[in-house]
């Protein structure tokens, strides 16, 4: 069973940075990629960007291009997403999945793990 449990979350103030981790279990590691995605309070959930399997190409949204950025850790089976420059409009619950490349998102949403951006 695939699970994915997300941390590094806090209280940061804008143009401050914060990275938050996401360790998977349930799965051969270095076979998926990883898709973050977040909530901000009162509104849906939005996707953030993502990872391949080799760690060399990484998709962005345009509202985080250039201040967000997604890395793997194969030895520590963990991905992280560095936030930097970060903006009120970034306060929100953030979500990691496992991504297959042929099966796309795999397991249930972890808990998630609360940015709160404010100063």
């Known amino acids: 069973q695939v699970q994915v449990v997300e941390s590094g979350g806090g209280l940061a103030q804008p143009g401050g940075s914060l990275r938050l981790s996401c360790v998977a279990s349930?799965?051969?590691?270095?076979?998926?990629?990883m898709n973050w995605y977040r909530q901000p309070p009162g509104k849906q959930r939005e996707w953030v960007g993502r990872?391949?399997?080799?760690?060399?190409?990484?998709d962005y949204d345009e509202s985080v291009k250039g201040r967000f950025t997604i890395r793997r850790d194969n030895a520590k089976k963990t991905w992280y997403l560095q936030m930097n420059s970060l903006k009120p409009e970034g306060t929100a619950v953030y979500y990691c999945r496992a991504r297959h490349p042929g099966l796309g998102d795999v397991g249930s949403w972890g808990q998630g793990t609360q940015v709160t951006v404010s100063g």
């Open positions: 349930g799965i051969i590691f270095t076979n998926y990629g």
């Open positions: 990872i391949d399997t080799t760690g060399y190409r990484a």
